[in-house]
């Protein structure tokens, strides 16, 4: 499977916009990419995926590159429910290989 | 509605006794998945079902993790001889379709924190 990279931590502020980064130089081209965040004591959530386009959903917003090769997830104003893990996994369109793939994500600290 | 339950959220267990994790799937969840967590690290792949059928078992550790889930609904995970290694949240999660656009999104339990002593 396809591995992706991500920064270990990144801090915020509260209100403000928060990019988090991910590298996927060997994705292929039937591959998803996947954002969960995953807030303390708690199980993963989905939060929003994309294949090509620029997609948006009343979590966040996630910009793809046009080569595909990275991918940004954005939440546009930050709040301390936002502290969490944040992970960035690849999922092959349309298989039926279903599990996902964690890695270490990034660790999101939002402060007041 | 109801989310994915699991049960007990907390177990302890003395080392090489048998222990058995419930997960309740969503109503009408296709498949069915579950994963290992320990301390600091992101959820790890143990095995898959698509209704009752076991799609892969490539992830459990060894032989004595087994998982079932004969009616196509609830699942269990079970260990046997349990050693203090085995130690860790066990997450279960499910989806509503196997593949194509509607297993984008699994949903997640709350997970059962196993400790071994």
């Known amino acids: 499977d396809a591995k992706t990279t991500q920064p270990n931590s990144m801090e915020s502020n509260e209100e403000e916009p928060v990019h988090l980064p991910c590298n996927h130089s060997?994705?292929?081209?039937?591959?998803?990419i996947h954002w969960y965040r995953q807030l303390p004591s708690q199980g993963p959530e989905y939060v929003i995926h994309g294949l090509t386009s620029n997609v948006n959903n009343r979590m966040a917003s996630l910009a793809i590159a046009e080569d595909r090769k990275s991918s940004t997830l954005i939440l546009h104003r930050a709040t301390l429910r936002d502290a969490a893990v944040y992970y960035c996994i690849l999922r092959v369109r349309g298989g039926s290989q279903g599990n996902l793939i964690f890695g270490k994500g990034t660790k999101l600290s939002v402060k007041p | 509605g109801a989310g994915v339950s699991q049960s007990p959220r907390y177990k302890v267990t003395k080392r090489g006794q048998d222990v058995a994790l419930r997960c309740d799937p969503i109503?009408?969840?296709?498949?069915l998945y579950w994963y290992r967590q320990a301390l600091g690290q992101g959820p790890e792949f143990l095995t898959y079902f698509n209704y009752e059928a076991q799609q892969d078992k490539s992830g459990l550790p060894n032989d004595r993790f087994s998982a079932e889930r004969p009616e196509g609904s609830i699942s269990t995970l079970t260990i046997q001889r349990t050693e203090q290694r085995d130690s860790a949240m066990y997450r279960c999660?499910?989806?509503?379709?196997?593949?194509?656009?509607?297993?984008?999104?699994?949903?997640f339990g709350p997970g059962t924190r196993l400790t071994v002593t």
């Open positions: 060997t994705i292929s081209g039937t591959d998803y």
């Open positions: 999660a499910s989806s509503l379709a196997p593949q194509g656009p509607l297993n984008y999104e699994q949903y």
């Open positions: 109503s009408g969840h296709v498949s």
